[in-house]
């Protein structure tokens, strides 16, 4: 089995997150750990599964001006704020435009604030609404990994990786049952 896993991090907790998924993954098979930047359409057309996650800005999946905004406030002197190295890239929003017509298991993450969804937003939601509007089918509902504080707490990284055993064996789950 291969899964390949695209993140957008703008801080590198995205990015955290993305790698923990993929260590979880590991166990079932090939994973790739990619920024969306990458993630050509080569790259993803023949995976077993596409695992997609971004940060959640502003209620939803970030946009050009939130991407501004984010490295403009880690640019301001004293801010603690460090940049992924591939924050500069591409968008999610951006780059599910390329994907139109391929096809493939899926699943959708986000990183938000603490709390509850009708006040903090999911950018996970969209994420998986265009996954499916652009051919891929779901595998699970879209998961969501807490950022407190732009911290993430080590329980969100052991959540993470539970979720891509999880991933795993939803996925494999068929062919066992084909095989018994």
């Given at each position: 089995?291969?899964?390949?896993?695209v993140?957008?991090?703008?801080?590198?907790?995205?990015?955290?997150?993305?790698?923990?998924?993929?260590?979880?993954?590991?166990?079932?098979?090939?994973?790739?750990?990619?920024?969306?930047?990458?993630?050509?359409?080569?790259r993803?057309?023949?995976?077993?599964l596409?695992?997609?996650?971004g940060?959640?800005?502003?209620h939803?999946?970030?946009?050009?001006?939130t991407?501004e905004?984010a490295?403009?406030?880690?640019?301001?002197?004293?801010?603690g704020?460090?940049?992924?190295?591939?924050?500069?890239?591409t968008?999610?929003?951006?780059?599910?435009?390329?994907?139109d017509?391929?096809?493939?298991q899926?699943?959708?993450?986000?990183t938000?604030?603490?709390?509850?969804?009708?006040?903090?937003?999911r950018?996970?939601?969209?994420?998986?609404?265009?996954?499916?509007?652009h051919?891929?089918t779901?595998?699970?509902?879209?998961?969501?990994?807490?950022?407190?504080?732009?911290?993430?707490?080590?329980?969100e990284?052991?959540?993470?990786?539970?979720?891509?055993l999880?991933?795993g064996?939803f996925?494999t789950?068929?062919?066992?049952?084909?095989?018994?």
């Amino acid at each position: 089995m291969k899964s390949v896993v695209v993140y957008e991090s703008m801080y590198g907790n995205t990015h955290l997150i993305a790698d923990a998924i993929a260590s979880g993954l590991s166990i079932y098979g090939e994973v790739e750990v990619m920024p969306v930047a990458a993630a050509d359409r080569a790259r993803i057309t023949d995976a077993d599964l596409v695992v997609v996650g971004g940060p959640t800005h502003f209620h939803g999946m970030s946009r050009a001006r939130t991407r501004e905004d984010a490295i403009a406030r880690a640019d301001k002197p004293g801010s603690g704020l460090h940049l992924d190295p591939d924050a500069h890239g591409t968008g999610l929003d951006e780059w599910l435009r390329t994907v139109d017509g391929v096809s493939g298991q899926a699943a959708a993450f986000d990183t938000c604030a603490p709390g509850p969804a009708m006040l903090t937003g999911r950018a996970s939601k969209r994420i998986g609404r265009l996954l499916h509007q652009h051919g891929f089918t779901l595998l699970v509902e879209p998961e969501s990994f807490v950022v407190k504080d732009n911290h993430l707490d080590p329980a969100e990284i052991r959540h993470a990786r539970s979720w891509g055993l999880e991933l795993g064996v939803f996925l494999t789950r068929p062919q066992l049952q084909h095989g018994s």
